[in-house]
């Protein structure tokens, strides 16, 4: 079992940032590649950033830019680094993990809300 824990969500301006992070607990051992989602209101969750276990990082085209995930192994967190926060990055923010061997599970943490208004 593995458990992810988000935080660092809350209201901000436009163009001001935020750091998200995500605390993973429990046996990582089947863990290689982890993500940040998001879900807007009435919309499909997106991936918004993927991080491999050796660093390499994975952006889709529409979240190049202003996004920049991280790890730290030491501390068996994950992050995400936004800046230049627009009202449209108004979502809940989610941290995935899904495992690369034994039984094909997907965790999920239960997600932060960013809000981003003036």
């Known amino acids: 079992q593995v458990q992810l824990v988000e935080s660092g969500g809350g209201l901000v301006q436009p163009g001001g940032s935020l750091r998200l992070s995500c605390k993973v607990s429990?046996?990582?051992?089947?863990?290689?590649?982890m993500g940040w989602y998001r879900q807007a209101p009435g919309k499909e969750r997106e991936l918004v950033a993927a991080i491999g276990s050796r660093g390499n990082t994975d952006y889709p085209d529409s979240m190049k830019g202003r996004f920049t995930v991280s790890r730290d192994t030491a501390k068996n967190t994950l992050y995400l680094q936004i800046n230049n926060l627009k009202p449209e990055d108004t979502a809940v923010y989610y941290c995935?993990?899904?495992?690369?061997?034994?039984?094909?599970?997907?965790?999920w943490g239960q997600g932060t809300q960013v809000t981003v208004s003036s």
């Open positions: 429990g046996d990582t051992t089947c863990i290689s590649i």
């Open positions: 995935n993990a899904p495992t690369v061997c034994g039984p094909p599970v997907s965790y």
